[in-house]
């Protein structure tokens, strides 16, 4: 039995996340009972000739409404400041309804509203759903995802982008000589313009020191083939940190 899960991370090192997708692997985990909850906070301050803040924070809470139903509220919010000037500000809500149609199969519908600063996004909301494969071996755990959504996007500068795209996310899980092994990687083209896609990788590392206290190592790799503005489109990430986790 899981019913709560919590989560505490102390950044070593951080760099700047600049992309659209959100990996809701993190924060969906099984639940075990009525309620399943995970919290996610990682931080880091430095000072000296200037002071530098950064702060990311993510939360999962999970309801089973009855056997084959689930909802999920999913949120984030991710801020970095330098001698007190802001360097970039990112969030997410995220709602999702969980239907098990069948073993391994899951339908899911989901709402996610959005902004970045890091990518002149004011705004960015989304609905859509998918349908979700989940199978265990005796040393993998694979996730398969495919789905379409409906997205609108509105910049700083008051232009916007209205689209629907397909949704297209596999997850391998294993453990290697006591090491958990988190692969994730997603693909989301627009279905008017197959050559306008975003895509993300992300790897973790998670190095057990206790039963409860674990030195993560997570890094990722994001790419938007038509980024808004002057954007770059390729951009990368890399987390180090102790993570505390609290289960009963």
């Not at 984030?76 to 309804?97: C, D, Q």
């Not at 197959?194 to 992300?202: F, K, P, Q």
Request: net charge negative; proline share 2%; hydrophobic share 40%.
């Amino acid at each position: 039995m899981r019913p709560f899960l919590f989560a505490f991370t102390f950044l070593c090192f951080l760099s700047t996340k600049a992309q659209t997708i959100v990996n809701t692997y993190d924060l969906v985990t099984p639940i075990d009972s009525v309620w399943s909850a995970t919290t996610e906070l990682q931080g880091t301050f430095a000072a000296g000739n200037g002071v530098f803040t950064a702060l990311n924070s993510g939360l999962g809470l999970g309801r089973t409404i009855n056997s084959k139903t689930q909802a999920w509220f999913l949120g984030g919010y991710n801020y970095a400041s330098e001698s007190g000037n802001a360097i970039y500000s990112t969030g997410f809500t995220n709602f999702r309804l969980h239907y098990t149609a069948a073993k391994n199969l899951q339908v899911q519908f989901f709402y996610q509203s959005q902004f970045n600063s890091a990518l002149a996004l004011k705004s960015r909301t989304l609905f859509g759903a998918n349908t979700a494969n989940r199978f265990k071996t005796e040393k993998y755990l694979y996730n398969f995802t495919a789905g379409a959504f409906k997205e609108d996007e509105i910049y700083t500068d008051e232009s916007f982008q209205n689209l629907f795209r397909g949704n297209l996310a596999a997850s391998i899980t294993t453990e290697v000589s006591d090491v958990d092994v988190h692969l994730t990687l997603y693909c989301q083209p627009a279905l008017s313009n197959l050559n306008d896609y975003r895509m993300l990788g992300e790897l973790s590392l998670q190095f057990p020191i206790s039963e409860q206290l674990e030195f993560e190592v997570e890094s990722a790799l994001r790419f938007d083939s038509d980024p808004h503005l002057d954007l770059l489109p390729l951009d990368f990430s890399t987390v180090i940190g102790m993570v505390y986790s609290i289960s009963n």
